[in-house]
């Protein structure tokens, strides 16, 4: 199985900040890698795509980028809605397989 | 709008089982696959497994074929899983998720663009 390893685990932020995700693979998956965001008691939510394309409706201060086994998702100037905890996914293989999550604190 | 409605919470005894459904509508449900997800309390999210609603091919994480069993019904646009064999482990909020298949420069990205509100399955 594929290992989907972020970090970090949480991080504080303040509104307007610039955040950074990172999300290792722990083999070569291209760029079969997306990003969901979830708020406490809801649903995950994809974000991104393939790595970088930005599903539609989603604000364009989110953005991804990466290939290989190393990848990350930035969120310029952080909203307040954008507290919430991001994961990382890949669809590369089977069992599709999860990063732990990173949870983004005020 | 697509929408994909879950079944309600449900509680069980260890060594029992559980079948949750998953009503789709706002789009062909045939054309798309459904994937289940679950996430146990305070924890991540583990891909469970995939079924095409089409076909009905299916692809079982590992670790759950052995009492873990996915089925759709087209005639009414539902999904359904169940697991049996239940243990405290197996306690979670249990989520299906529409899995879209987007190809581009000849290849096809997968990802869960779709989720139900998700069901809570308690084993105790």
Do not use: H
């Not at chain 1, 310029?76 to 983004?104: H, I, M, N």
């Not at chain 2, 482990?89 to 899995?99: H, K, M, S, V």
Request: with cysteine.
């Amino acid at each position: 199985d594929i290992q989907m390893t972020q970090s970090p685990s949480s991080l504080s932020a303040s509104v307007g900040d610039r955040v950074t995700i990172t999300c290792r693979a722990s083999q070569t998956i291209g760029t079969f890698l997306n990003w969901y965001q979830q708020k406490p008691g809801k649903a995950p939510k994809v974000l991104i795509y393939a790595a970088s394309t930005l599903q539609g409706g989603v604000p364009s201060r989110f953005s991804g980028s990466g290939s290989g086994t190393v990848f990350t998702l930035t969120i310029t100037s952080l909203q307040p809605e954008d507290f919430a905890t991001y994961y990382c996914q890949q669809s590369y293989s089977s069992p599709r397989t999860f990063g732990q999550g990173t949870k983004v604190e005020i | 709008q697509v929408q994909l409605v879950q079944s309600g919470a449900e509680v069980r005894r260890p060594g029992a089982s559980v079948q949750v459904s998953c009503k789709a509508s706002g789009y062909t449900f045939t054309d798309y696959g459904i994937a289940w997800v679950r996430q146990a309390p305070g924890q991540g999210l583990e891909w469970m497994g995939w079924i095409s609603a089409y076909s009905g091919d299916t692809n079982y994480a590992q670790t759950l074929q052995d009492r873990f069993t996915m089925t759709t019904d087209s005639s009414t646009s539902t999904a359904y899983m169940e697991l049996g064999s239940l243990s405290s482990g197996d306690t979670a909020i249990y989520y299906c998720a529409r899995d879209q298949d987007l190809c581009k420069s000849d290849r096809c990205y997968e990802y869960f663009d779709n989720w139900g509100q998700g069901t809570l399955v308690t084993v105790s």
